[in-house]
């Protein structure tokens, strides 16, 4: 467990998607490279999540396919944006900003139950 008052960013993987009430989420998403952590997000049909997402190092991009999400994510700044996804299914998320030479391989998914 997290300790109290300390970043969620800091928290460990498996503890950085919260269900905050029924249908609604929080996903503290941390970027460095070549990764996203965590890597993949769960929630529910019909379930309103709020992304906050920040780098370790450099600047990263978060894309989510099939959407219009798309942020810049900067070393020393939080990105969060909120949104509410009605149907199943998975989507890809991908750096879309350059980050190195292992920048293709930097990408997760939301799985959508």
């Known amino acids: 467990m997290a300790t109290p008052g300390a970043s969620p960013f800091g928290a460990p993987v498996d ?10 989420y929080e996903a503290y998403i941390l970027a460095q490279t070549w990764v996203f952590q965590p890597n993949e997000v769960r929630i ?4 309103e ?12 991009g978060f894309n989510l396919e099939g959407t219009n ?9 939080v990105s969060t944006l909120t949104a509410t996804f009605n149907e199943p299914g998975e989507r890809f998320f991908i750096c879309h900003e ?10 997760g998914r939301l799985v959508v139950e």
Do not use: W
């Open 44 to 47: 529910p049909a019909g379930s």
């Open 15 to 24: 503890e950085r998607v919260r269900e905050l009430a029924p249908g609604k």
């Open 98 to 107: 350059y980050c190195g030479v292992g920048h293709q391989t930097m990408y």
């Open 49 to 60: 999540i709020t992304f906050y997402l920040t780098s370790k190092d450099v600047q990263h």
């Open 69 to 77: 999400i798309n942020m810049q994510i900067l070393p020393g700044q």
